[in-house]
């Protein structure tokens, strides 16, 4: 297709691999593992040169058949954002670099014209004079009026970090896709009406001039016609012949989906899961796409026109706009989803990288996440998990959340019924994994058989180009045959293979040359994500990434694969628990259990602030997340496309905001609306609430909450306790005058509070009546006012009197009465001489802690045989006696600890159980222990 | 126990008079309930409870609503409305024969002067009676009959189809309080400090209609009779607000056994004083009994007293078990007695043998040994008189469960599902056994899990 002289040989690296890293000379001990982003630059945080843009945005241009490339509309649109950036120039370059086969018209030994389906086009373009790299994203719109009746858009996300568009390629690709999906639904919706207009025009036209016609024919009896009459029927010829081409039109956009679907060659598993999808979209309750047929024929009572048999000139009329194209609603949901992806991708690929994994790994957990997770962001994801992975064991899922996942119209069916990659591919993935898994257990981590490896690049790269300054990199995948194989080899081989050796090449490129322009178009999209996963990356990988490589691996692996230490323990487990919670595994090995808990407590105190693991390390070892990544990407936006703005008035507004080319402060705009969808969908960031430039919102909630806990820990000797209490389900009391103060310490404390269901943490925040039975059964964390008026009096004597249910913190006299906690995990969790000093520093260790716990607890729950005798004469106090030997010797849990790992162990039973979850509290478990007072 | 929180000098006086209370600290190894599920649907307070079968139990009080639970996953099954005003006495209904389904059926009555008949399985209204002049206080079904009666200011006997057979005349203003079923067709009313025995006439030959004839009046009380329970097949007990218990007859309504100062402190010298200082006329009116085949139970103002039938003695007393009045006691099959009082608490209870009588031999042989018998057996003398004096077992408080903040009205024990108390609190509280509960969770994961084909047991 496109050839070029200097291409560089993207696929010729094996040679490489015989020989990965034999150069040191230093014996290893003495080697100090480089600084994996040295070749980029000291620092990795640090803006790269040459960008004339303050942050990412998303540029929408059109190759305009009346003035050639322009762009259209910036996400953000804000002019700070891309600054003194060459809109125009950079619109030309991406319009440039469009390889859709776009054919529209009369193809030869057709009739009619037909509309050819284009798949979007996929590119990643770097530009080294504008400092600019994007991820362009082509597709085609059509319009009546327009040449060829296509209008070629395309939207691209803009970058000053080419790493961010190569390694966030399939996230990227995924968003964008469905962007463009609701995009081109909303254009055929447009279209079709386009198309009706037009018939009922020429169908009013015809009866015209039909009875004009017939006029004529009675005026003159003379038995011949007279030019004019001649003309006329030429007219109704034509007239005729234009109805008939776009009647077939009309059929042709109607039958979209449904040709779609049935020619996309998927295998036999996958089309069911498509049909399912697609029967699943139908039943919810999506009033557009459900009816489907009707989509295109419901239309207001229009009134035809009498159509001219000359057409006009195309320049002569004014061209739609993309929002005429597309339909306003479409439209605005497209926009959503856009600034959407721009609020998903902002910040520094690391960032997104460790969000990206700590994502996928909670997903994994999608048993016992709800336990100490802020659900908002998981709870669909998870539902999408359980949904595309049927062999799974599916945990009651709750019927609202099945109501979440309907209201998802246009994308869900797009999505379904194209062969697309949005869906279908990291179903499969999924489907995989388990595989990936068993076969990680047998060959080694990082063990890689180039060969596959070969193979598998071969496949992708069948072309390579470059031009001029810029090297285009180009992989066309054509045929859909080739499918069924790359799927299999990607998720074989992805997850496995090490980049290392393939960046050394790679990188000298990136230095040697100006720009590099990696494309690749695929019809049969689903092959590009993982395909790109698995090669891409590593173009941009320094060479250094491997230096540090076992080290880290060691460090990662522990905590993502199930190595095969857990396998003994994994046999006494069910299989399919292990597989689903294949993280939950870490610290199966009661040895090896105090080591790796007790170091993460320190390590983050080295380099405060500093995530340890290099985030790009990650990558390779974690390739096996790395499907789920799309799944995961795919819901939250979905959802946020739909769910995210049922307001129109909101959509009015916001898009109000954007499209003025804004002089006030477009960033706040952003931020708000952003903001907003995310609250009203409860979609993908952790954080439904408060608006944060940067990173996901509640970023600074989780902060002060870690800071303030950090604070609780220093400042009181009895801290330990306390949390114990939480951990262990006993209520903790915080009682004081001060109500911020009192707030802030139960908001703190918040985060060591497992919750009862998905929904909310049982967590009050301020009460000032008496406590009841009931507040104890329903809140775990209280905090209570204390009055000195003798109306408080009841408020103590109910506390002095439910004082076997609760634990009091009371923060004027700084007592604490609760009881001994003489265990060892709190003191990890919890160490009030940790160097940790930031709040979210010490969130995230609270988080790793508690993830930890979780595991345990799920295993203790899941553990068949401890909690069911093993035959009919064993006595309850076997079954019991085993018990607390597996949590002493197995899970490594002393004294109290095996009390916070029951009542973990109780909640995730409950919520396994539990028909709809949430809509019982559980009940009040208590133990009759003794308290005791401790004093500063 | 929170006396930093509520502040040092500040405790009631009250309180350290009455220290004799016992008290159990926060560390209750025997107690088994330590799960509990705390069940709202009233709005008043719960007076009534009645088990329907294994798994289901049925709540009435003043709210005038009857609710249908299940006592395994405190999951409302029905709510009952059909009641004005508060319910004053409920039971459980023998099914019609003729009915095919068989439905469990409640009577319940209420101060609306209604007895209505339901239908727990549908929460159906089958039958409705609103003829009454008066409140009915009590219902009993004659199940040997196919009768039932309702007492209130008059006795009326109905019979299954809620048709009124026949009635007595007006006895009294303040209505029958309690009523029981005796041998030979008899039933004893309670009616102000008078004890009624009434005689149901069936349908013979010669008459066809039903006839319930006054036998006798037994005035042996001195006061009003509070409690009236069936003992065993040979006696019935009543208790008066005056503290006298009175073992009578079944057959021939003689008086068996009187006690009318049994619980007279003087054995226990040592208390004597407090126990005066707090006495007062109500601690020792009898609210409620229960009984076992060698004891009966009695919950006596606020103590709690056994009272051996063979020995017609009192064999193990508390005499503060709490500190209000105890409203309702039951025995459970483990020697367990659970009590509860209008202070909110309910109280596990054991009942002992004391220690001292098994122990005392074994110093004795022991000291002989080195030869100071005899100092020892004059020692143990006046120790076994005291003995014979003092109760030979004991009441151990093993347990107690806080949980209303009002008085508990009654509770209801189920063998599989804990224990089930109601309160003036408006709240129902299901006790359950924590480790039994986390086991049955277990169980129903992997029942789940394997349900979802989920489960593969290791090889």
Redesign the interface.
């Given at each position: 297709m496109i050839s070029a002289p200097d291409v560089v040989a993207f696929t010729k690296e094996e040679e490489y691999e015989e020989e990965p890293y034999n150069e040191p000379a230093l014996p290893e001990e003495y080697s100090v593992p480089l600084f994996p982003f040295a070749s980029q630059g000291t620092n990795p945080w640090s803006k790269l040169s040459g960008a004339k843009f303050s942050r990412d945005f998303i540029l929408i241009s059109e190759f305009s058949e009346q003035v050639g490339p322009q762009p259209l509309l910036t996400i953000p649109n804000d002019t700070k954002v891309f600054g003194t950036f060459d809109l125009n120039y950079f619109s030309l370059r991406i319009m440039s670099v469009d390889y859709q086969a776009s054919f529209v018209g009369h193809p030869p030994g057709s009739a009619y014209p037909k509309l050819n389906f284009v798949e979007d086009s996929k590119v990643v373009l770097g530009d080294s004079k504008e400092g600019a790299f994007a991820y362009v994203h082509h597709l085609t719109l059509y319009d009546l009026e327009a040449r060829g009746f296509v209008r070629p858009f395309c939207m691209a996300y803009i970058s000053a970090d080419q790493h961010k568009i190569m390694q966030q390629f399939q996230e990227l690709s995924a968003e964008f896709s469905k962007a463009s999906e609701c995009l081109k639904t909303g254009n055929r919706k447009a279209f079709a009406g386009e198309l009706e207009k037009k018939l009922k025009d020429l169908d009013y036209t015809r009866t015209v001039l039909h009875t004009e016609t017939e006029i004529q024919k009675k005026a003159n009896d003379k038995g011949f016609y007279s030019s004019q009459a001649i003309e006329k029927a030429n007219e109704l010829a034509s007239v005729e012949k234009s109805i008939i081409e776009h009647q077939d039109l009309l059929k042709q956009i109607r039958s979209y989906p449904h040709r779609k679907l049935k020619g996309s060659p998927l295998c036999s598993g996958e089309t069911e899961h498509t049909q399912d999808q697609a029967s699943q979209a139908a039943t919810t309750s999506n009033p557009d796409e459900s009816a489907d047929p009707d989509l295109y024929t419901c239309r207001p009572a229009y009134t035809p026109k009498l159509i001219k048999a000359k057409s006009t000139k195309c320049f002569d009329k004014k061209l739609k706009t993309l929002e005429e194209l597309c339909d306003t609603e479409y439209f605005t949901q497209t926009l959503a989803q856009l600034s959407h992806i721009e609020h998903m991708f902002r910040g520094d690929l690391c960032y997104l990288l460790t969000s990206q994994i700590d994502r996928a790994l909670l997903k994994q957990q999608h048993i016992t996440n709800f336990l100490f997770e802020d659900f908002v962001e998981v709870d669909e994801r998870v539902a999408e998990k359980q949904e595309s992975a049927p062999p799974r064991p599916v945990p009651g899922r709750p019927p609202s959340r099945s109501l979440e996942e309907c209201p998802i119209p246009q994308v869900l069916i797009s999505v379904g019924s194209y062969k697309s990659s949005v869906e279908s591919v990291p179903i499969k993935m999924e489907q995989e994994l388990g595989d990936e898994y068993r076969e990680a257990e047998v060959t080694e981590v990082s063990s890689f058989d180039p060969q596959e490896n070969l193979d598998f690049l071969d496949m992708d790269m069948k072309g390579s180009i470059s031009s001029g300054e810029s090297i285009e990199v180009l992989g066309t995948e054509k045929s859909t045959a080739v499918l069924p194989k790359s799927d299999s080899q990607a998720s074989l081989t992805v997850p496995l293979s090490p980049q290392v050796v393939r960046s050394k090449a790679v990188s000298h490129r990136t230095i040697s040359e100006d720009s590099i322009e990696v494309l690749s178009t695929c019809p049969s999209e689903a092959l590009i994500p993982d395909d790109f996963k698995a090669s891409y990356p590593s173009a941009i990988n320094e060479e250094e990434s491997y230096a540090d490589d076992s080290e880290g691996a060691i460090h990662f692996q522990a905590s993502v694969s199930p190595p095969e230490l857990g396998e003994a323990e994994e046999g006494s487990l069910e299989n399919p628990l292990s597989q689903i919670d294949s993280s939950c595994c870490i610290g199966k090995e009661s040895d090896s259990l105090r080591v790796p808990l007790s170091t993460p407590a320190h390590t983050p105190s080295e380099q405060d602030g500093v995530v340890s693991i290099p985030p790009q390390r990650c990558r390779q070892k974690d390739q096996g997340f790395r499907v789920d990544f799309a799944v995961e990407n795919t819901s939250p936006s979905r959802d946020n496309s739909s769910e995210g703005f049922p307001a129109d008035e909101l959509d009015q507004n916001r898009l109000l905001a954007s499209r003025d080319a804004s002089k006030t402060s477009l960033d706040n705009c952003s931020d708000t609306t952003s903001n907003m969808s995310s609250v009203a969908s409860t979609s993908s960031d952790r954080t439904p609430s408060s608006a944060h430039p940067t990173g996901p919102s509640s970023e600074r909630h989780k902060k002060r909450a870690g800071q303030n806990a950090l604070k609780f820990i220093r400042q009181y000797p009895f801290a330990h306790p306390a949390i114990y209490s939480l951990l262990s389900g006993r209520t903790l009391v915080v009682l004081g005058e001060d109500e911020a103060i009192v707030r802030k310490l139960v908001t703190a404390l918040s985060i060591f509070v497992p919750s009862h269901s998905r929904f909310a943490k049982p967590v009050k925040h301020w009460v000032s009546s008496p406590l009841h039975i009931m507040d104890f059964q329903k809140w775990k964390l209280i905090g209570l006012q204390r009055v000195a008026s003798p109306a408080g009096a009841g408020t103590l004597h109910a506390l002095s009197r439910y004082s076997r249910y609760t634990s009091v913190l009371d923060l004027d006299n700084k007592a604490l009465r609760c009881p001994l906690y003489r265990g060892t995990l709190v003191p990890r969790l919890a160490d009030h001489r940790t160097q940790i000093k930031r709040g979210s520093t010490y969130y995230l260790h609270v988080q790793s802690m508690l993830t930890q716990l979780c595991s345990k607890a799920f295993l203790y729950a899941f553990c068949h045989h401890l909690h069911l005798p093993a035959h009919d004469k064993e006595t309850e106090e076997v079954v019991a006696s085993r018990q607390a030997s597996f949590l002493k010797l197995n899970l490594g849990l002393v004294n109290e600890d095996v009390k916070v790992v029951q009542y973990l162990a109780e909640l995730l039973k409950l919520h396994y159980t539990q028909e709809a979850p949430g809509t019982s509290h559980p009940t009040l478990r208590f133990d009759y222990v003794p308290s005791f007072l401790y004093k500063i | 126990?929170?006396r930093?929180?509520?502040g040092g000098g500040r405790e009631p006086q009250g309180l350290a008079e009455k220290s004799p209370l016992q008290t159990i600290?926060?560390?209750?190894?025997q107690?088994p309930y330590?799960?509990?599920?705390?069940l709202?649907a009233h709005h008043d307070i719960v007076r009534f409870l009645v088990q329907l079968d294994e798994y289901r139990f049925a709540s009435a009080g003043d709210d005038g609503i009857v609710v249908v639970w299940n006592a395994q996953t405190?999951e409302k099954l029905l709510e009952l409305n059909g009641h004005t005003q508060k319910i004053t006495a409920l039971t459980t209904f023998p099914s019609l024969e003729a009915c095919e389904e068989k439905n469990q059926l409640i009577l319940t009555t209420s101060a609306d002067r209604t007895v209505i008949l339901w239908d727990c399985d549908t929460g159906r209204q089958v039958r409705k009676v609103s003829c009454f002049q008066s409140t009915v206080k009590c219902l009993i079904v004659l199940q040997r009959l196919n009768v039932w009666l309702s007492g209130g200011n008059d006795l009326c006997v109905w019979n299954q189809k809620l048709d009124l057979l026949c009635k007595t005349s007006h006895l009294s203003d303040t209505g029958i309080s309690a009523l029981i079923e005796i041998p030979k067709n008899c039933v004893v009313a309670a009616v102000g400090k008078e004890l009624i025995i009434f005689r149901l006439v069936a349908p013979t030959e010669e008459s066809l209609e039903w006839d319930i004839l006054e036998i006798k009046r037994l005035l042996d009380h001195q006061d009003n009779i509070l409690s009236l329970v069936n003992v065993n097949d040979v006696s019935f007990v009543t208790g008066s607000h005056v503290g006298e218990m009175i073992i009578w007859d079944i057959l021939d309504w003689t008086v068996q056994a009187y006690e009318c100062n049994f619980w007279d402190p003087s054995p226990q010298l040592d208390t004597q004083q407090e126990i005066k200082l707090c006495q007062k006329p109500n601690d020792i009116s009898i609210h409620h009994f229960t009984w076992d085949e060698e004891n009966v139970f009695a919950a006596v103002g606020r103590g709690l007293y056994v009272y051996n039938l063979h020995m017609k003695r009192v064999i193990a007393c508390q005499k503060s078990a709490h500190d209000s009045n105890v409203l309702h006691i039951a025995k459970l099959p483990n020697r367990q007695l659970i009590s509860c009082s209008e202070d909110g608490s309910v109280r596990i209870w054991e009942l002992r043998e004391k220690q001292q009588l098994a122990a005392e031999p074994v110093p004795t042989g022991f000291f002989n040994m080195w030869g100071f018998g005899r100092v020892n057996k004059q020692a143990s003398q006046p120790v076994k008189k005291q003995q014979e004096n003092a109760p030979p077992c004991s009441l151990e408080l093993i347990?107690d469960l806080?949980?209303?903040?009002s008085s508990v009205e009654m509770f209801l024990y189920f063998e599989d599902h804990g224990l089930v108390t109601c309160s003036a609190d408006h709240?129902i509280?299901?006790w359950?056994n924590?480790?039994r509960?986390?086991?049955l969770?277990?169980?129903?994961?992997?029942q789940?899990?394997e349900e979802?084909g989920?489960?593969?047991?290791?090889v």
């Open positions: - | 126990m929170l930093w929180l509520i600290g926060e560390e209750q190894t107690n330590t799960e509990l599920l705390v709202k405190g347990g806080i949980g209303h903040s709240l509280i299901l359950k924590g480790e509960e986390s086991g969770r277990s169980l129903k994961l992997f789940k899990l979802n989920d489960l593969y047991l290791a």
